[in-house]
């Protein structure tokens, strides 16, 4: 199985910073990758797919990138509405694998 | 609007068996292959099983393999997950999700159910 390994796992930041999360794969998945924003007690939200596609209706200042086995995301401006945990998850092979989670928090 | 709704979920002793279902609508649910996905309680997300578009293809995680089973009915618009044997580690919010492409099985998801939470504890 693709091992999918976040990094950090928390993350502090204030409104307005521009914000980073990575993400690797224990082996090479060249662009299949996305990124999920989960809120408390609500489902995912697909944001990102196949590493730097925006999803439709997703504000413009995320953005992903990188292929291979290392990938990240950004927040350009952090917004009040973005504190959330961030999952990546490969979709190159079957088992389909998620990272572990990046928890954004407020500073 | 496109919608997934789970049901069937609740409170089973060790061993025992349960049933989930997920009514789409909004979409053409004959067209896109379905999942599975669990997250256990403040942990994270773990993909489950995936079924194709027509029934066709099935595939399972290792930690549900030989005890959990997928189906769906197009007619009825309705996707299921029969779980048997249940362990205390199954138990999770259960997601049903739609896949990204129409006629695929890509493994993105990009509609997600609200979830229904299944408790295995004697």
């Known amino acids: 199985d693709i091992q999918m390994t976040q990094s950090p796992s928390t993350l502090s930041a204030s409104v307005g910073d521009r914000v980073t999360i990575t993400c690797r794969a224990s082996?090479?998945?060249?662009?299949?990758l996305a990124w999920y924003q989960q809120k408390p007690g609500k489902a995912p939200k697909l944001l990102i797919y196949k590493a730097s596609s925006l999803e439709g209706g997703v504000p413009s200042r995320f953005s992903g990138s990188g292929s291979g086995t290392e990938f990240t995301l950004t927040i350009s401006s952090l917004q009040p509405d973005d504190f959330a945990i961030y999952y990546c998850q490969q979709y190159n092979s079957y088992p389909w694998t998620f990272g572990q989670g990046t928890k954004v928090e407020i500073k | 609007q496109v919608q997934l709704v789970e049901s069937g979920g609740g409170v089973v002793q060790p061993g025992r068996s349960l049933r989930l279902s997920c009514a789409a609508s909004g979409f053409t649910f004959s067209n896109y292959a379905v999942h599975w996905v669990r997250q256990a309680p403040g942990k994270g997300l773990e993909w489950v099983t995936v079924?194709?578009?027509?029934?066709?293809?099935?595939y399972y995680a290792d930690s549900v393999k030989g005890r959990f089973t997928i189906s769906r009915d197009n007619s009825k618009i309705t996707l299921y997950l029969q779980m048997n044997s249940l362990k205390p580690e199954d138990t999770a919010v259960y997601y049903c999700v739609r896949d990204f492409r129409a006629h695929a099985m890509d493994g993105a998801f990009d509609i997600w159910g609200q979830g229904t939470m299944v408790t295995v504890s004697s």
């Open positions: 082996q090479s998945i060249t662009s299949w």
């Open positions: 079924i194709s578009y027509d029934g066709s293809s099935k």
